[in-house]
């Protein structure tokens, strides 16, 4: 529930602002208080009055109307936020708030609150995957903005792609995990990886594995539930980025390393990806051609970098608790201890992936938790539980306190 929290809504030019107004009454329903700012292109696609009428509250537009500053003012519209929230956050928007700048009611009060901010991107998908586009969403990850979505789907051009503003329930759920940042883990910031790693053969062609990423997904929007500042490096997956979590996507194992320790420091990490232990030792540039020659090409393999023995080395960056995951399918308790040992992990989480456990892509998952004090058996659960549970366990260990 969202009783009496202030949220400061700001819709930016883009379609998807139809959607910001059931977003109204989403949060409305749940008790919340709505302030809308309508930025110049946001009045172009939803008017005051349906903004208004939804919110019970004046929809404010323009930064130097006299009535709107002497009744509200802009310093004060951006102080009474609990949360601003961006929705839908174009291209542009975003730039302008990378950049700071202030040029209409909506990027002033951006400017000057104090408040968590919160974007739902929303725009095409050739101008969302451009470089300025990235860097600057980059930027503001960075700065702390959270984010939500976009997804992939249809977009308004008759075109497929990722782009589409997150859905209101998706955006509401992203608000309800930012307010419980008041959690057992607030302040405290987490790593995880999560999916598999494309290892690139040619430019067409690549290395892979079954992992679906469902595991360390669930992992870090758990740790996010709890109120940890919490990034995500993620191979590619089908999945949505869980609500509240900065996520990092990469594709190889040695893209991935990188992004890790780049979000370093952190108090905890967990590695859930399944990192492709071996790449080509060189890729092609080319698309390696059938006709060739008379003998199918040979791979020649490199190791990959072993990215949760890297953040396991002693030293002042190490994160205070280094958790991994086994996969076995025999001796899983025995295998697990060895892997803790070979690793310098502080937990490993074993999993029995057997064939026929369904555990590789499926739902459910059944973990034997090795840490220095022994072993526990988890009963069978679904792989949000088991997030739920390892969320639990990491805020007791980090966070006796409040335990
Ligand atoms: N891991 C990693 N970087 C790698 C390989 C693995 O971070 N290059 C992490 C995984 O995220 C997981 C753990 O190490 O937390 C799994 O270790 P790994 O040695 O790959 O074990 P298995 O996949 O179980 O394979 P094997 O038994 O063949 O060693």
């Known amino acids: 529930m969202l009783d009496g929290k202030r949220i400061l809504l700001v819709i930016s030019g883009g379609i998807a602002a139809y959607k910001s107004l059931i977003l109204i009454r989403r949060l409305r329903e749940r008790g919340a208080k709505v302030r809308c700012i309508l930025s110049k292109g946001g009045a172009q696609f939803v008017t005051p009055l349906s903004v208004s009428a939804l919110s019970h509250e004046k929809a404010y537009l323009d930064q130097f109307s006299l009535t709107d500053e002497s009744e509200m003012g802009h310093l004060r519209l951006s102080q009474e936020a609990d949360l601003v929230v961006v929705a839908p956050a174009t291209a542009d928007i975003l730039a302008k708030m990378a950049h700071g700048l202030a040029d209409e009611l909506a990027t002033t009060v951006l400017l000057a609150s104090a408040a968590p901010i919160l974007v739902a991107p929303a725009m095409n998908h050739r101008m969302w995957l451009h470089p300025a586009t990235l860097e600057n969403m980059h930027k503001l990850e960075l700065r702390g903005v959270k984010r939500v979505g976009p997804n992939q789907g249809p977009l308004a051009e008759d075109e497929m792609g990722i782009g589409r503003m997150a859905e209101p329930e998706e955006i509401l759920a992203a608000i309800e995990a930012q307010f419980r940042a008041g959690g057992r883990l607030a302040g405290l910031r ?6 598999p790693t494309h290892e690139a053969i040619d430019p067409v062609r690549y290395i892979a594995n079954r992992s679906s990423g469902k595991q360390g997904h669930a992992i870090a929007a758990a740790l996010a539930e709890l109120g940890a500042e919490t990034v995500l490096v993620s191979g590619p997956t089908a999945l949505a980025d869980p609500p509240g979590v900065s996520v990092f996507r990469i594709e190889s194992a040695r893209d991935m390393l990188t992004a ?92 029995d992936v057997a064939p026929g456990t369904g555990t590789f892509g499926g739902d459910r998952n059944t973990i034997h938790l090795v840490t220095e004090k022994g072993v526990e058996t988890w009963p069978t659960l679904a792989k949000d539980q088991v997030a739920r549970k390892l969320a639990e366990r990491i805020a007791e260990t980090l966070r006796p306190a409040a335990a």
């Open 190 to 195: 987490a790593l995880v990886t999560s999916g």
């Open 260 to 351: 890790c320790e780049r979000a370093l420091p952190v108090e905890v990490a967990v590695c859930a990806a399944a990192v492709a232990d071996w790449r080509v030792a060189a890729a092609a540039d080319q698309k390696i051609k059938k006709n060739g020659g008379p003998d199918a090409p040979s791979l020649t393999l490199a190791e990959n970098p072993d990215i949760l023995a890297t953040l396991s080395q002693p030293g002042n960056r190490r994160p205070r608790l280094v958790v991994g995951f086994a996969a076995e399918t025999e001796n899983v308790v025995v295998n697990a201890r060895v892997k803790r040992a070979k690793k310098g992990c502080d937990w490993i989480l074993a999993n």
